[in-house]
T-cell receptor
Framework: ETGVTQTPRHLVMGMTNKKSLKCEQH?????MYWYKQSAKKPLELMFV???????ENNSVPSRFSPECPNSSHLFLHLHTLQPEDSALYLC?????????????FGQGTRLTVV | SQQGEEDPQALSIQEGENATMNCSYK?????LQWYRQNSGRGLVHLIL???NEREKHSGRLRVTLDTSKKSSSLLITASRAADTASYFC?????????WGAGTKLIIKP
């Protein structure tokens, strides 16, 4: 257990569906992240929140919409996804700002878009 | 853009042997971090080494950093079957973590 919990672990959704991924951290960290991991590609940073404010949005399509209601919770809302969005989505948190301290990862949500 | 590049892409060794993985990067960094990922699961932090450090140890792990060559190495001594995983380096520049594609390590019993 890393102290970062992601739900669901697996998700299959159609291209017209709307779903949300949830991440919760029990570590009292100030920064939270969403990453996308596709086969044989480096981890792609999608969004960064620091003290509940979005500080980074790496040119992610608008069909991905993050929400950070408080410092412990992070959501990724999904709508009208494409098959190429199928991947492992990882949430992470860190005590300080991005990169300054180690990141703790959740187990990920394996997303399949059909 | 990809900053860290791990080498080799895949490594298969016998249990008990040492495993060495390398990471090269292109620009100056604040720190460099190594992570492990078991198949299809989240990443686990192993070691963080800052740009003014040259070597760090943690149990059977030894990480070196050579900023003049823009490279780092991760040594796992006396490997075990449980070390089978993918290993990633992440370089930190301007407070962003930038990841390589990883080295897949297989420990044969």
């Amino acid at each position: 257990e890393t102290g970062v919990t992601q739900t669901p672990r697996h998700l299959v959704m159609g291209m017209t569906n709307k779903k949300s991924l949830k991440c919760e951290q029990h570590l009292g960290h100030n920064a939270m992240y969403w990453y996308k991991q596709s086969a044989k590609k480096p981890l792609e940073l999608m969004f960064v929140y620091s003290l509940e404010e979005r500080v980074e949005n790496n040119s992610v399509p608008s069909r991905f919409s993050p929400e950070c209601p408080n410092s412990s919770h992070l959501f990724l809302h999904l709508h009208t996804l494409q098959p190429e969005d199928s991947a492992l989505y990882l949430c992470a948190s860190s005590q300080e700002g991005p990169g300054d301290t180690e990141a703790f990862f959740g187990q990920g949500t394996r997303l399949t878009v059909v | 853009s990809q900053q860290g590049e791990e080498d080799p892409q895949a490594l298969s060794i016998q249990e008990g042997e040492n495993a060495t993985m390398n990471c090269s990067y292109k620009t100056s960094i604040n720190n460099l971090q190594w992570y492990r990922q078991n198949s299809g699961r989240g990443l686990v932090h192993l070691i963080l080494i800052r740009s003014n450090e040259r070597e760090k140890h943690s149990g059977r792990l030894r990480v070196t950093l050579d900023t003049s060559k823009k490279s780092s190495s991760l040594l796992i001594t006396a490997s075990r079957a449980a070390d089978t995983a993918s290993y990633f380096c992440a370089t930190v520049r301007n407070y962003q973590l930038i990841w390589g594609a990883g080295t897949k390590l297989i420990i044969k019993p």
